[in-house]
């Protein structure tokens, strides 16, 4: 084997009869992205089983613009006898005198052989060098039945540079591993942020916190002397339901309602028996013997909110003052007309008598401040466990061990490259400028900086592979019948859809359990999963290895899933609940009150974050709720990895069921009076990439 010099066979084939030579039509696409033409001169070289043709320089009628976005150039490729069935690309670009070295971006190549058979080259693959690269064709294998030694080779080649290319680092101990990386440019270009991204994100970025700094609220260290004075920043961006939630958000049916639709679906479970340390009793909670707590809790109409996670974590000082966190249990109750009332709160864990438990009845302040406390952890637990821990960094380990594990003609790496987009760069970013020591999240939130750690380590240690799944996550919550639940009712659909497509594309690729056991890429796959992103933890339930097809099916479902619909479900509403500070503050200046009757609204504004902390939340939440221009839904693919036919029929099947139940979500919407909109297929992105 001589393909180091990029040559697989020996000289002597190719000098073989040029009497009657075969004609091979050749054409390549550049992919339609900023940046993606190149003005150097491209080679393309065709290898198959039985010969190859020579390094042939791409140029034609086209010239110089051969290469150009969105452009395809074609050309003959002759070669004296034919070459068998193609196995594999080599393409190369050199630059020419005085033209500098640039960046190219094929999409992929299509090559006509004399016997009017069409082979596909899936690339969509950056080249910013002038070495010369090897591309599969698109039919898709698996490492037991790559038999061809070129393609055998070019596999483990592959994979050698994506193992150099992507390393595991440890950012702190006892949470998932993450890309190593110390700049976004350092990042493989094919994961990069598009040029349309960057931009975009760098703008909303700088200019809204430039509007604030001109109104001189992201310097102001003041508490709020009036909460309406709150619109003086709120009113710089609004969405409609944050309009919703600046009217209603002291009601108690809209506090109970966000458990099920807001952006943090995750905590509220089926209370059957009262936890020992939240001492709630039926005088308290039904004075009027309306109903009975322990029947209630029988008929299953009662559900417990448990902060227990928070408690005891070390708060953050904001602007020189101690900030304050609390573990609340909220208890609530689900009413004959369907709606989920907060009947009960206690703010810190042990039951003491300077830790009253608040209740409707109380007086107005005390209880709405019980509320705030709660909410404000809310904000806590939602960002770093539900939304940092169970999406983004759970994505970016699938993702790294697919890009050291798996090469491009596999059909998983087809299956799920689409879901990895821009997660490793929007990660990067998270770790740089929102938990980083001098980042937003430590600088402006009561758990910034060592509180962060606890709940993340606390957070990693308790998750199971069951939770991730929504089935059977909604089943263990005891929430199969909760009226008025969206959050579950697409999710689940979703769910199905997603199963459903991946159990197509996986059984028509593993026809027995014996394929899944010996496919040994996939194995390392799950092998770096387990122990990269679940710390080795057999408590997790995640498996450590894939037996059987049912199993991996499963597992892929919810690494689609989890990337996709479950984060589009924690994060798009960011700002629409959390936009209106007092709803969810990230931060509170004073302790709670240890005894009832002693708050004001004086009181309350005093424990509301200060002006620049507010502003600095509401910056970032607008940030990390804002879609992209060049955002891709769930289920598009608009690069063609699969080239077989039936994957390419299942995904058109899925996509089909996305656009039906798109619409019935639309529908339902149009008679809410909160639309549920976060896990419309249309909605969500087919990666964690904000
Ligand atoms: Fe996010």
Known sequence: MTAENGSFFPTRILLLSRTKMVNYKVTVYTGD????????????????????????????????????????????????????????????????????????????????????????????????????????????????????????????????????DYCWDVFVEGIPHCIKVDNPLDLPCEVRFSFTK?????????????????????????????????????????????????????????????????????????????????????????????????????????????????????????????????????????TPDKRLMPIAIQLKQTPTDDNPIFLPTDSKYDWLMAKIFVRSAEFSEHELNVHLLRTHLLAEVFAVSLLRNIPMVHPLYKLLIPHTRYTLQINFLARLRLISETGVFTKFTASGGEGMITILRRSLSSMTYRSLCIPEDIADRGLETVPNFYYRDDGLRLWKIINRFVQGILEHYYKSDTEVQKDSELQKWIGDIFEHGFLSQPSTGIPQRFTTVPELVKFVTMVIFTGSCQHAAVNSGQYDYGGWMPNTPTSLQQPPPTKKGTTNEATMLKTLPDVSTTAQGMATLWLLSKQSSDFVPLGQYPEEHFTEEIPRQLIKDFQAELKTLSSEIKERNSTLEIPYTYMNPAEVENSVAI
């Open 33 to 164: 992205l900023a940046g993606a033409t190149t003005l150097n001169n491209v080679y393309i070289k065709l290898v198959g089983t039985d010969g190859e043709s020579q390094r042939k320089w791409m140029t034609g009628l086209k010239g110089a613009t051969a290469f150009i976005a969105g452009e395809m150039s074609t050309i003959t490729v002759s070669c004296p006898t034919s070459l068998g069935k193609l196995v594999l690309i080599q393409l190369d670009k050199q630059r020419l005198p005085l033209i500098p070295e640039d960046s190219w971006f094929p999409a992929k190549v299509e090559v006509k052989s004399p016997c009017g058979d069409t082979y596909k080259f899936p690339i969509y693959r950056w080249i910013t060098d002038s070495e010369v690269h090897h591309f599969r064709e698109g039919t898709a294998l698996r490492v037991f039945e790559d038999d061809n030694h070129l393609g055998a080779y070019s596999r483990e080649k592959e994979l050698k540079q994506r193992s150099k």
């Open 198 to 334: 960057t931009t975009e994100f760098a703008f909303t970025a700088s200019t809204g916190l430039a509007e604030l700094n001109l109104k001189g609220l992201a310097a102001s260290k003041e508490s709020w002397s009036n909460i309406d004075d709150i619109n003086r920043v709120f009113w710089w961006k609004k969405t409609e339901i944050s309009d919703y939630v600046q009217e209603h958000w002291k009601e108690d049916a809209f506090f109970g309602y966000q458990f099920l639709n807001g952006v943090n679906p995750m905590l509220i479970r089926r209370c059957s028996v009262l936890p020992s340390n939240f001492p709630v009793t039926n005088d308290m909670v039904f004075p009027n013997h309306q109903f009975n707590l322990a029947q209630e809790m029988k008929n299953g109409n009662i559900f417990l909110c448990d902060y227990k996670r928070l408690d005891g974590v070390k708060t953050s000082i904001i602007n020189e003052k101690k900030q304050y966190l609390m573990a609340p249990l909220v208890l609530l109750h689900k």
